[in-house]
């Protein structure tokens, strides 16, 4: 074999791997046609085909300008490549108040209409595709717990209040999360002097007298987004990859 066959069947490989792994999956996903509910198997009717836009989209923008997706994914990984499906709010909840079971593996239409797809590159950091949902879960659970009753407004506001603290120092109080590695993202935030009533949306945190700390916009955004990220609606059957029957906990 001499140096140009090499090369040309080098070529070829390489070419037909990379035909095959990025221009064939490009223009079959790029622009997939909406799925409609069947009638008589799914428990709604009309087309699937979520949108997102508005501040969530603002919010994502911070969220990658800030390289959040190198430590957190978001995707619920298919049961052959993973037990997503297994580990706690990650896919949906099972025990939701309303739908009971709404766990689903991640599908294109989660990220349709997206420039940048936050599929994330390392799980350093939990997966985010569901935290909106699983945060909330938590605090609730907590609060049936030691047995204090919270309106739904509350459980979200505290959720709120959650993604702020975990920004603005993620170790700054060991019982939320003593465990984290995430960097510190102070700089979205503002240290202003208090005056007249301090304002609703102040941190509860170290600060000098007479001041406060309060989120940001660039902050509120990302808070957002993070909030509005709760893929586990309903899919129709024919895209139910992992069907609750085959994925329970057992």
Request: glycine share 8%.
């Amino acid at each position: 074999m001499n140096f140009k066959q090499f090369a040309f069947g080098l070529t070829v490989f390489f070419g037909a791997a990379w035909l095959a792994v990025v221009v064939v999956p490009f223009f079959k996903l790029r622009n997939p046609s909406p799925i409609s509910f069947q009638e008589g198997v799914d428990e709604q009717e009309g087309i699937y085909f979520p949108k997102r836009s508005g501040r969530v989209s603002n919010g994502l923008e911070v969220y990658q300008e800030n390289g959040c997706y190198q430590c957190h994914t978001q995707v619920v990984r298919p049961t052959y490549a993973g037990h997503d499906l297994k580990r706690p709010g990650l896919g949906g909840l099972t025990d939701d108040p309303e739908r009971g079971d709404t766990r689903r593996e991640s599908n294109i239409y989660d990220y349709i209409g997206l420039d940048f797809a936050p599929i994330g590159m390392t799980r350093l950091g939990p997966d985010l595709i569901n935290v909106g949902r699983r945060v909330p879960a938590r605090i609730r659970r907590w609060s049936e717990e030691f047995e204090k009753d919270l309106a739904p407004g509350e459980i979200e506001g505290r959720a709120r209040d959650w993604f702020y603290m975990h920004l603005y120092d993620p170790r700054l109080f060991p019982e939320l999360a003593d465990w984290s590695v995430c960097p510190s993202y102070r700089f979205l935030f503002e240290k202003r002097e208090i005056k007249g009533l301090p304002s609703d949306d102040a941190l509860d945190v170290p600060v000098e007298e007479g001041y406060e700390i309060v989120p940001g916009e660039r902050a509120r955004t990302l808070v957002d987004y993070l909030t509005s990220n709760r893929h586990d609606d309903p899919v129709p059957a024919s895209m139910d990859y992992a069907p609750k029957s085959a994925n329970s906990d057992g």
